[in-house]
């Protein structure tokens, strides 16, 4: 059989179920085509740390190409989805002809939410690229800049007020890192002011920080972000963002540096399936992971909604990775003439890094929180990474970091014209500095 006679798979996606679905189709007698609007895979768990100048962006990404030179049934596209014909087999990208498919996988993941109002994305960036990242990490460390050069104590405070909206996972570990930052890694850096005295706030709806975790290890998370120095507020609803701070209720709080880690929805691209979604845009999926009206579309990752025993299976890696090579062993099976099996999720417990040396951990029955914890999530995420330097470079930056509580990371790239607090209105800094452009789909 010619090459171009054997079966297609389209793989859209090159996060971890799209990359670890690659990887499971190896041994298929067919044509692979992995598709993703970035050349890289981005190990998205750390980008908190490029945000808050732990690493650079090239520790936590490698290039899917690399990832995948050794596996020859795999073509890469650098592409992006635009349309999804399910009745015609076949993908409209963005450039280049449609792909034609016999067995499609979307893992095209999640963007930010903001509940509807939109606008407030030009105040309060999210974390989801890379770009996102070094944004961030430009905002935090030029407004220490210039609440050196601040003429008012209130100028001066207001930018060094920091506020995270949303504590679940991203949001703790950004507030706990915030805090660090201020109190060890740039507390002998300035001369007018002692950054020290900046305020962290981390602002949550809910009536407790990391709310999917047990009441228990909320109590302890929120205690320890504490002791770290952040002001944590429960029940707090945000009601307005706008350049000069945030509105809370009756409130008002002055702060130049606003990060938004409260909620994400679906990617746009699972309504071009025409299945039933849920309040979140999540595609509604069969316990195989395929479509119910188009057994060889499966969709998986953050772009469904899926639940096991009446419990629904979480968007983290982990479930990622295990739906990925999922969905890849059914296409297996498919093309080997057998049916499809259900998705069995095995939990393999969820955590959170608040600072030095604190976390909390969910690992089967056993809750753990303060040290251990911490040693735990540092020895998981060392693991998962892909790529043997990305590993040595992280485990180094985070000795080196734990040592002697610098950042190694520390540069402020040109400002962007989005910026509501920009002077100069130049675009292309991302481009600049040595960082890179790119991220993950």
């Known amino acids: 059989m010619n090459e171009s006679e054997l079966p297609h798979v389209v793989l859209l996606g090159g996060g971890f179920a799209g ?102 994305s030009r105040y309060a960036p999210g974390l989801k690229t890379i770009e996102d990242a070094l944004e961030i990490r430009r905002r935090v460390l030029l407004a220490f800049e210039r609440a050196e050069t601040a003429t008012s104590d209130e100028e001066r405070q207001a930018y060094l007020t920091f506020v995270v909206i ?34 962290i706030l981390l602002l949550e709806g809910a009536d407790r920080v990391l709310p999917p975790y047990p009441p228990e290890l909320s109590a302890k998370a929120q205690q320890q972000l504490e002791k770290l120095g952040v ?28 990060v938004w880690a409260a909620g994400v929805a679906a990617s746009p691209l699972g309504r071009c399936l025409g299945a039933e979604l849920d309040r979140a845009g999540r595609v509604l999926v069969r316990p195989d992971l395929s479509l119910p009206d188009h057994p060889e579309v499966f969709v998986v990752g953050d772009l469904i909604s899926l639940k096991i025993d009446g419990k629904p299976v979480p968007g983290v890696a982990p479930a990622a990775i295990q739906e990925g090579e999922h969905a890849a062993h059914n296409i297996l099976r498919a093309l080997d003439g057998k049916p499809s099996t259900p998705f069995e999720y095995q939990d393999k417990g969820s955590m959170a890094t608040l600072g030095r040396r604190s976390a909390v951990a969910v690992l089967g029955k056993l809750k753990l929180s303060g040290y251990l914890a911490w040693l735990s999530w540092l020895l998981v995420h060392i693991f998962f990474l892909i790529g043997f330097r990305n590993r040595f470079v992280v485990l180094f930056e985070w000795t080196r970091a734990y040592l002697t509580y610098q950042r190694s990371a520390r540069l402020i790239l040109q400002e962007s014209p989005g910026d509501p607090d920009s002077d100069s209105g130049s675009g292309d800094e991302k481009a600049k500095g040595g960082e890179g452009d790119s991220s993950k789909a």
Not at 58 to 77: G, Y
Not at 172 to 180: D, I, P, R
Not at 236 to 258: L, Y
Request: avoid cysteine; hydrophobic fraction near 40%; charge should be positive.
């Open 19 to 120: 990359l670890y679905a690659a990887r499971a189709l190896k041994p298929a007698r067919a044509r692979v085509t992995l598709v993703d609007r970035r050349n890289h895979h981005l190990f998205q768990p750390l980008l908190y740390q490029v945000a808050t100048a732990g690493l650079s962006a090239i520790d936590i990404a490698q290039p899917i190409r690399k990832i995948l030179r050794k596996q020859p049934n795999v073509e890469v596209l650098l592409a992006e989805a635009k349309d999804i014909d399910v009745a015609g087999r076949r993908v409209i990208l963005d450039r280049g002809e449609p792909l034609v498919y016999d067995y499609l996988l979307v893992a095209t993941g999640a963007t930010h939410s903001y509940f509807g109002n939109d606008q407030w």
């Open 166 to 199: 949303g504590a679940g996972p991203t949001g703790a570990e950004l507030a706990g890192a915030l805090s660090e930052i201020a109190r060890h890694t740039l507390v002998r850096d300035f001369r007018h002011f002692n950054p020290s005295e900046a305020r």
């Open 231 to 258: 002001e944590v507020r429960t029940g707090s609803k945000v009601t307005q963002i706008d350049g000069d701070g945030v509105q809370v209720g009756d409130e008002r709080i002055a702060a130049h540096t606003v």
